[in-house]
């Protein structure tokens, strides 16, 4: 299992930026994939998830309506829109493999998820 994160930049605030997950190793339409964020300190803080298929996705109330995740099932690739970006956005992306997901939609409480695999990661600075 192969993930490889890009599209990571310094930005404005109010800047926009795509990252990329570059897939191999495994059956990429199979799983749910997620974005996950990470910062000094913290763990993997969860910001998006897509199933499989791509018909369904999720976002933690941060980012919903300025971030967009999508899939590339033909290039096992995911994607990551970000848009209107805040410092507070600031942090190294990583996708996940997600082996379950499962969230009743309240945005007040994360997804219950599992995850086994991660990339290295992209770093977002938002910053003027």
């Known amino acids: 299992v192969h993930l490889v994160e890009s599209g990571g930049d310094m930005v404005q605030p109010g800047g926009s930026l795509r990252l990329s997950c570059k897939t191999s190793?495994?059956?990429?339409?199979?799983?749910?994939m997620s974005w996950v964020r990470q910062t000094p300190g913290r763990g993997h803080d969860w910001i998006s998830s897509?199933?499989?298929?791509?018909?369904?996705?999720y976002y933690t109330k941060t980012v919903k309506g300025r971030f967009t995740i999508s899939r590339d099932d033909a290039n096992d690739t995911l994607y990551l829109q970000m848009d209107r970006l805040k410092p507070e956005d600031t942090g190294l992306y990583l996708c996940?493999?997600?082996?379950?997901?499962?969230?009743?939609?309240?945005?007040?409480?994360?997804?219950?998820?599992?995850?086994?695999?991660w990339g290295q990661g992209t770093q977002v600075t938002v910053s003027s």
């Open positions: 190793g495994f059956t990429f339409s199979n799983y749910v």
């Open positions: 897509i199933n499989s298929g791509g018909v369904n996705t």
């Open positions: 996940a493999r997600d082996t379950y997901f499962s969230w009743d939609g309240d945005s007040n409480s994360p997804p219950t998820r599992e995850y086994d695999s």
